[in-house]
């Protein structure tokens, strides 16, 4: 964890990512740790979804103290026992009951998918399925680190973007294989035992399959690394059967300890069209979120990701993380042909909601699905987006949002021009032009 700890880029961004950087390299608890230690002092089975909701109100009061205590160093939970019923044990129920009448993301189709006779947009019921899962290499700096993020592709999704790039995860929910909270649970101890830097929730799109994801964190603060003691040979190989890498990485217990429990950021890679109601529930065991920010207007949403009120959404969500405090990294694609409508509107708003954020600027837009005319699945509907954005759209883009004073040429630069040898980070707009 050394080789993290010496990143170059940490110089310039560690006190923007302060409790990500702190619980990756093992100084504090991820916040599922904090949680297990908040008891919820109510009747779990027996209780109305409503109660449910306002104990959960009380017990996040009293993480978000525990919380604060840990981050200023005025508590070790090392020394806090751990409480049953938890906090963690409140949101597991919690979207439980949701999933029976389903509004974890703005869709709000309100179908019990527990039944599995009526699915909603997403096409998912109760099962969650895994496509892949492995180190992802090519993340943001901070977030793939030195030995990767530990990428966790779920199937399905809430959104329909013409040009997606996992289009074969996305849209196919019977892609990968069928998991369990105790499967994800053991993935997540193995992936950080090989040294990953976060466990990244992702897809297609974690939000329809929440429910099993709190669980198998509430698994994983239970259990630890005795989760793999209860994996039999069949459930090894069920689980490995969908690792996508099988590089010499070394199994290392000081890389995932804090103390004698299995210590792991966990990350939020969303299309962030989720409830106000799942995002409380997440913000009590997510250490950093990564949202993509795509529509700078209704319009051009609905059109190629078939997503109504996609900015009302979506901004309301970066707005309230943004607010709460929390480590954060947006992402935005730019697309060819949508500067104007998209691009510009979007880094505006963050500008003006949003300063001092984290921002990444993707270039890496390419035709895919519905807008590669080379594929089947090609409609001339998208035509404007068959092309990858050209270097002009690019660099306007990019003087655009140094003009706004976006926080945003490290993040999105680091893959393109050695940066550590170009001085002052404040100008690789300009040095960036003759790369391109
Ligand atoms: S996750 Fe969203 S799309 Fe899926 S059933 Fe629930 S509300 Fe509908």
């Keep these: 964890m050394e080789s993290f700890s010496r990143l170059w880029i940490w110089r310039y961004i560690k006190h923007k ?34 109660e449910l909701w306002r104990e959960f109100d009380e017990a996040t009061k009293e993480f978000l103290d525990l919380w604060g205590k840990v981050r200023n160093g005025e508590v070790d939970i090392r020394n806090v026992p751990k409480s049953e019923p938890s906090l963690l044990d409140l949101i597991t129920e919690i979207a439980r009951r949701m999933l029976r009448h389903c509004e974890f993301c703005e869709w709000r189709c309100r179908v019990d998918r527990t039944g599995g006779r009526r699915l909603g947009v997403c096409m998912l019921d109760s099962v969650s399925r895994v496509s892949t899962y492995f180190h992802h290499l090519g993340e943001e700096l901070p977030l793939r680190g030195t030995l990767g993020s530990g990428t966790i592709f779920f199937t399905s999704c809430n959104m329909r973007c013409a040009f997606c790039q996992n289009a074969d995860i996305s849209r196919d929910r019977f892609n990968g294989v069928p998991v369990t909270p105790r499967d994800l649970a053991s993935i997540v101890v193995l992936l950080r035992l090989e040294g990953v830097h976060n466990i990244n929730w992702v897809g297609g799109e974690p939000t329809p399959n929440l429910h099993n994801i709190v669980e ?20 090894y190989e069920h689980i490995l059967s969908v690792k996508a890498d099988f590089l010499p990485y070394n199994f290392n217990k ?8 299995v210590n792991v950021p966990m990350l939020w890679n969303s299309n962030f069209y989720m409830t106000p109601e799942s995002l409380r529930l997440l913000r009590v065991v997510m250490d950093i979120w990564l949202p993509d920010f795509k529509y700078g207007n209704d319009k051009c949403a609905f059109r190629i990701s078939r997503t109504p009120r996609y900015f009302e959404v979506v901004s309301r969500n970066h707005k309230v993380v943004y607010d709460w405090g929390e480590d954060m990294i947006i992402r935005h694609l730019v697309m060819p042909n949508h500067i104007e409508c998209d691009t510009k509107p979007v880094l505006k708003w963050i500008s003006d909601n949003m300063p001092g954020v984290l921002v990444n600027i993707m270039d890496q837009y390419r035709p895919e699905h519905e807008t ?4 089947s699945h090609y409609n001339p509907e998208f035509r404007e987006l068959a092309r990858r954005p050209s270097r002009d759209e690019l660099m306007e883009v990019y003087r655009y949002a ?5 926080n945003f040429e490290l993040i999105s630069f680091e893959k393109k021009i050695d940066i550590r040898y170009l001085g002052d980070p404040d100008s690789l707009v300009d040095r960036l032009n003759g790369d391109y």
């Design 17 to 50: 990512l302060p409790w990500y950087y702190d619980v990756s390299t093992n100084r504090k608890p991820a916040k599922y740790l904090i949680a297990s230690r908040v008891r919820a002092n109510i009747n779990l089975r027996d209780s109305s979804e409503g």
């Design 254 to 261: 000081g890389w995932a300890m804090y103390g004698n429990e």
């Design 372 to 375: 590669d005319p080379h594929s």
């Design 216 to 235: 198998a964190i509430d698994l994983l603060a239970k259990h630890g690394m005795k989760i793999l003691d209860q994996l039999g040979e069949e459930d």
């Design 402 to 406: 140094r003009d706004l004073g976006l």
